[in-house]
DNA sequence: TACCGTTGCCAACAAGCGTTGACCAACACC
DNA sequence: GGTGTTGGTCAACGCTTGTTGGCAACGGTA
């Protein structure tokens, strides 16, 4: 259950709201998009009047910023032997994606709104550039790399869970695997085409 | 230069305005996806009346129908040789997308609406399908391979052209190429793994 | 009991939206 | 030269949006 960033020592009585508001918050977003998530309907969501929302969260924009906290919790690559890093990180994506609507609303958002486009920006700097650096021989291509994977994984992502496209929903996740780690494998480790 | 379906066989003098209402559309839509590119916004881009474009176009929808038409071009694979078909379409997508801000528009409109998506499931089915069907071995396969190759492609468009990842902007055109070409031949022609 | 911060609802605001209909100007045709 | 059609503007409609401020009920504390 994520927080207002400075958890508070002493629990209030109104957490519950604000939880409230945030599960919906969660939802419409990810269902809607930015601008089609209405503060009105995630009020009614959360079966609280929707000045609620602006007292907690002050504006929509920050409301969207306390719903929308992503930690991919990426393994370690240290410790998974080389020839199995593309089968681990899709395994771990489909894993994450699969229930947890934060991602889909954070896509879903980031292609609509400027501040959406840039925490994705942030993540993936802050948590995937890292990772990608265990596994990559140059280190200057650790970017490049790390980017190349990311067209990977979130063009999967676009199009099975948002644009459902048919043959992409109707792939199991074995078959995602099998696809897609040979790829991901090939732009984290191999020789620079 | 699209037109409302029927082309009247004699040019009207409106042809101007209705043309500039279009582009008008395009460049909004692809800048700021389908609800936050108004009618009130692209008129006056264009330089004329909201209302003009509800009677040339009838309503928001129909404005977005006739400025997002898409036609992929897709290359006749029968001719290109068998080991050079991911190399010819990605080379292939991204003359497409480069000076083509439909694109653009659609895959931003998509995300957000539902109208947006159900196109971009038409383009697939209608163009790639069957430029797939061309080159893939068993035709049970074809819609699966397909989906694939699209993720690939609509990823690196995503990434690039609409969440503008820093690694993935600085890409230069050969590189793309000599990257994803492995991957999209793999999606189309290796054995399933 | 009296107090005060917290929680919540209600009503309203200003702005922006898609959309409509009345109205004027320019053209084409008989 | 009048007349109907077309191209275009203006003002307004009904509605939704994010956002605000006032006011009532609650709960712990002194």
Not at 116 to 135: K, S, W
Not at 162 to 187: G, H
């Amino acid at each position: 259950m994520p927080d207002t960033p400075p958890p508070p020592p002493t629990p209030r009585r109104s957490d519950a709201t604000r939880t409230a508001i945030l599960d919906a918050a969660r939802e419409r977003f990810a269902a809607d998009g930015y601008e089609r998530a209405t503060i009105r309907a995630i009020a009614k969501d959360a079966n609280i009047d929707p000045s609620m929302v602006m007292r907690y969260y002050g504006n929509k924009e920050g409301l969207f910023a306390a719903a929308v906290a992503v930690d991919l919790k990426l393994p370690d690559l240290g410790t998974v032997p080389r020839s199995d890093v593309g089968r681990a990180l899709v395994a771990h994506f489909l894993d994450m994606w699969e229930d947890n609507e934060v991602l889909t609303a954070l896509l879903r958002v980031g292609v609509t709104n400027q501040a959406g486009a840039e925490r994705m920006q942030g993540i993936f700097r802050d948590q995937l550039l890292p990772v990608a650096q265990q596994v990559c021989p140059d280190p200057e291509q650790v970017p490049t790399r790390a980017a190349l994977c990311a067209t990977q994984v979130l063009g999967l992502a676009l199009t099975r869970y948002v644009l459902r496209f048919p043959p992409a929903t109707a792939l199991v996740r074995q078959e995602i695997v099998a696809w897609l780690a040979p790829t991901i494998q090939r732009y984290l480790t191999a020789p620079s085409p």
